[in-house]
């Protein structure tokens, strides 16, 4: 059987599901409720790097894979942002974390959290699972189900005819609007040669060099930008573990210092209860070379095993924590779509009035680059900056 492709047109089309595309959704939503919308994922779901993965293989775990909580600085006091924080606490979709954060020292000792990038504010937490989060923010102004969904859809190629957006995805299917938001930066950046198997960024194929200045510098950041690459351990723990102590809050989080993460591969350790009561464990690692030998693997379940044992020396003398047995359920991740660091792109080239496209995310300058701040306040900032352009 033969599967025709297919043509759809919209008044605006938004790349990406993570929050900044669902903050931005939601808020364009709210002033602009007869436009015809669609939001193009590649994943399975919203979210982003702020993801939650619901199990198939093991029934009744949720667990974040991604960003656990978020935190806000807010240090220059940003009212957009502050009053946006504030509905959603209003709204009961976010509360305060009160979890217990450690570093893991030279020692594997506990010392408390002090001032760190992550934790220089206020840390919140979704009262759902981190996706659902995703998914609140947009239905509170998707209330007539304005906004069409593709998920698993995957965009190859863009080109701007005719003043009109045509966007091609790997199957073949064509979306076409005459807007355009990029939340995800992978169309712009040079890292879509490899991953999409082109020859071209899609932008600037889209958009020739001299012919637009802010895509021209935009384009210019980008190329300097780089991304943390990441893997993410799920483990599915036995019904029977649990910690030494009687904590019961939903996470606990252990951040490991620097010797301790090239000794034993991670970053950081995070728990999380279930609503079955049983201990989900996601670890991440950022380390290159745990990575590539994860790729170059073999045998995924002898890696596994690593894990497992890399796992339980790190806690063998922890007072907190139980070591794990060898026969616990472990799923792993790597991230396609990772931290940005480095060079951060300057909100004043957010939006090209010639081009009729914009572009948000944790990639833009501010104290919240590289996380759900500067996701959120970058969505907030295009929102108002265009919100008269698309009536």
Not at 259 to 273: G, H, M, V
Request: proline share 2%.
């Amino acid at each position: 059987m033969i599967l025709m492709k297919s043509d759809f047109t919209y008044d605006l089309l938004i790349i990406g599901g993570g929050i900044s595309a669902c903050v931005f959704a939601s808020k364009y939503l709210k002033n602009n409720i007869s436009k015809k919308v669609a939001l193009i994922e590649a994943g399975r779901g919203l979210g982003g790097r702020s993801s939650t993965r619901i199990s198939k293989r093991f029934k009744g775990w949720k667990l974040n894979h991604g960003a656990p909580n978020f935190n806000i600085s807010n240090s220059k006091q940003n009212l957009l942002l502050k009053n946006y924080i504030d509905e959603l606490v209003e709204n009961k979709f976010i509360k305060i974390d009160d979890s217990e954060i450690f570093f893991l020292n030279e020692n594997s000792n506990l010392e408390a959290i002090k001032k760190y990038q992550f934790f220089c504010g206020i840390n919140y937490l979704s009262l759902d699972s981190m996706s659902e989060l995703s998914q609140k923010i947009i239905e509170s102004n998707n209330l007539k189900g304005k906004i069409d969904f593709y998920f698993k859809t995957l965009i190859v190629d863009m080109k701007f005819n005719d003043d009109e957006w045509v966007l091609t995805s790997k199957n073949g299917d064509k979306f076409k609007s005459k807007y355009l938001i990029c939340t995800s930066n992978l169309l712009c950046h040079k890292r879509s040669l490899k991953i999409l198997n082109i020859n071209q960024i899609p932008l600037r194929k889209a958009i020739p060099i001299n012919n637009d200045k802010k895509i021209d510098l935009l384009l210019s950041c980008l190329d300097k930008q780089s991304f943390i690459p990441r893997l993410t351990f799920l483990i599915y723990a036995n019904e029977n573990y649990s910690y030494k102590d009687f904590y019961s809050k939903k996470q606990r989080y252990f951040y490991l210092k620097n010797n301790l993460q090239n000794k034993y591969k991670f970053e950081r350790i995070i728990f999380q209860l279930q609503n079955n009561d049983k201990l989900g464990i996601v670890v991440h690692s950022k380390n290159i070379d745990f990575i590539n030998s994860y790729i170059n693997a073999k045998d995924e379940e002898v890696f596994k095993q690593k894990i497992i044992t890399n796992f339980n020396e790190l806690f063998e003398d922890n007072y907190l924590v139980n070591k794990l047995t060898f026969d616990e359920k472990i799923s792993i991740m790597k991230w396609r779509a990772s931290q940005p660091s480095g060079i951060s792109v300057p909100l004043s080239l957010q939006f090209s009035r010639n081009y009729r496209i914009g572009f948000c995310g944790d990639w833009f300058e501010g104290e919240g680059f590289g996380r759900i701040e500067g996701s959120i306040l970058s969505a907030l900032i295009l929102e108002e900056k265009i919100k008269d352009l698309f009536k």
